[in-house]
């Protein structure tokens, strides 16, 4: 995933990566589909657990670059919707929002927008990280590029 890093501190959006992608797992739910279909489809695609989405006997587990954290999920209950977490084309922040924003969206589970709760977000669990973490996290989704969601019908596809 190409970053761009003019202006921000390296070792930040490092870690920000390493929360996003090895710690929070956000791809699962952040991502459609999370894996990589392949050229020819999720038959011959790259997702680890094999069918009903993946190839038999499962693939390589590579993450969909093209709409890498774009949201587009939909959950149970109906009408939820993972968000895109990618910068926005007006403000090229993460979903549009300033890290106090995004902070205090982690901290309360409301969206800063309409103030809804975040339905199906972990964010009971995430509220406890530290500023730093989750500054980190934020300097990383602004590091990476703009993306569109794509289509799936499940988390984890």
Same mark, same amino acid.
């Given at each position: 995933?190409?970053?761009?890093?003019?202006?921000?501190?390296?070792?930040?959006?490092?870690?920000? #990566?390493?929360?996003?992608? *090895?710690?929070?797992?956000?791809?699962?739910?952040? #991502?459609?589909?999370?894996?990589?279909?392949?050229?020819?489809?999720? *038959?011959?695609?790259?997702?680890?657990?094999?069918?009903?989405?993946?190839?038999?006997?499962?693939?390589?587990?590579?993450?969909?670059?093209?709409?890498?954290?774009?949201?587009?999920?939909?959950?149970?209950?109906?009408?939820?919707? #993972?968000?895109?977490?990618?910068?926005?084309?007006?403000?090229?922040?993460?979903?549009?929002?300033?890290?106090?924003?995004?902070?205090?969206?982690?901290?309360?589970?409301?969206?800063?927008?309409?103030?809804?709760?975040?339905?199906?977000?972990?964010?009971?669990?995430?509220?406890?990280?530290?500023?730093?973490?989750?500054? *980190?996290?934020?300097?990383?989704?602004?590091?990476?590029?703009? *993306?569109?969601?794509?289509?799936?019908?499940?988390?984890?596809?």
């Amino acid at each position: 995933m190409p970053l761009n890093l003019k202006g921000r501190d390296p070792e930040l959006v490092g870690l920000g #990566s390493y929360l996003v992608n *090895a710690v929070g797992v956000c791809a699962d739910c952040h #991502s459609c589909p999370t894996y990589d279909p392949g050229p020819d489809g999720p *038959a011959k695609g790259h997702n680890p657990y094999g069918p009903p989405f993946g190839p038999v006997g499962g693939g390589d587990g590579k993450i969909n670059g093209k709409n890498y954290l774009a949201g587009g999920v939909l959950f149970n209950p109906p009408g939820v919707v #993972s968000a895109n977490l990618t910068p926005d084309s007006k403000t090229g922040r993460p979903e549009g929002h300033t890290f106090r924003e995004f902070r205090q969206l982690i901290r309360t589970g409301r969206d800063p927008d309409d103030g809804e709760i975040l339905q199906v977000m972990p964010w009971p669990v995430f509220r406890n990280m530290s500023d730093h973490d989750l500054r *980190a996290i934020y300097e990383f989704l602004h590091a990476i590029p703009h *993306a569109e969601p794509g289509k799936c019908v499940a988390p984890g596809q």
